[in-house]
């Protein structure tokens, strides 16, 4: 296991924090399909797309040079851009409620969980220290 600075953990804990709040405003996105009462759900995926923005950051100029030597994770750090390539699916679709729909509900979100399960095997350890 890397050794990580308290700084470096701290990074980590943040990190692993939006993965959870990206999920849950998924949670929020999908149920809005449904539940009218929900009406922030464009604002949500808006913070989501932000979100990814932020891991892609971090990922680039953070957890790639704090796990330079954990190929696995550097691995699963690269594997983000299948879930962007997802998001890029609603581009010129947001107006389109069914197909908006269609593409969180069977294509982003499920890309973002599988990733997220996959990469925090790999964080856990740091997260739980």
Do not use: C
């Amino acid at each position: 296991m890397t050794q990580l600075t308290p700084e470096q953990l701290t990074v980590v804990r943040h990190y692993a924090a939006l993965l959870d709040t990206i999920e849950e405003g998924f949670h929020y996105v999908i149920e809005s399909f449904a539940n009218y009462e929900r009406t922030q759900g464009d604002v949500v995926l808006a913070d989501i797309f932000t979100a990814f923005g932020q891991i892609e950051q971090t990922n680039e100029r953070s957890l790639a040079h704090f796990f330079a030597d954990d190929v696995a994770l550097l691995n699963e750090l690269q594997r983000f851009s299948a879930v962007v390539e997802e998001a890029w699916k609603l581009d010129g679709k947001l107006h389109d409620p069914n197909a908006k729909q269609q593409i969180v509900e069977k294509y982003v979100a499920p890309a973002f969980e599988a990733w997220k399960v996959s990469m925090m095997q790999h964080l856990r350890p740091y997260v739980e220290q």
